[in-house]
C-alpha cells in the first residue's frame, strides 16, 4: 500500500530528527501533499496515526496533510496550473511541482 509507505517513512524521518534534536515530544508535523502523487492525505494521516500509537515521543503529536496544486512551466513562458496543454502554445508543459511529498515543518518540546 502506497500510503503506508508514505506514512511510515514520514514517521522514521520525524522520529530521527526528533531524537537527534532530543525532543522529549513531537507537538506537530506539517506536510505538503503534491496533487499528482494520487496520495490521499487522509488515508496518510490516518496510517500515521496507528504506526504512532505506541510510541511515547508521539502521544500526541499531529500530522498535518497540506494538499498542494500542480505547478507547470512551459519553453514559451507560461507558468501556471495546466498539466496537460500550454494555454498560451498547446505544447506539454513541464511539472515543477505536484509530484512530491515535503516534510515542511516539525514541532517538537525539548526537554529541560
Ligand atoms: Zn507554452
Redesign the pocket.
Known sequence: MHEYSIAYDLYATTRKAAIENKASHVKKVTVEVGKMTMVNPEQVVFLFNTIKEDDPLFTTAILECNEIPPLTR?????SGNEIFI?P????L?EMVKGREIVVTSVEIEVED
Not at 512551459?74 to 507560461?78: D, E, K, L, Q
Not at 498560451?88 to 505544447?91: S, V
Open positions: 512551459c519553453s514559451c513562458g507560461y500550454c498560451n502554445c498547446g505544447a508543459p
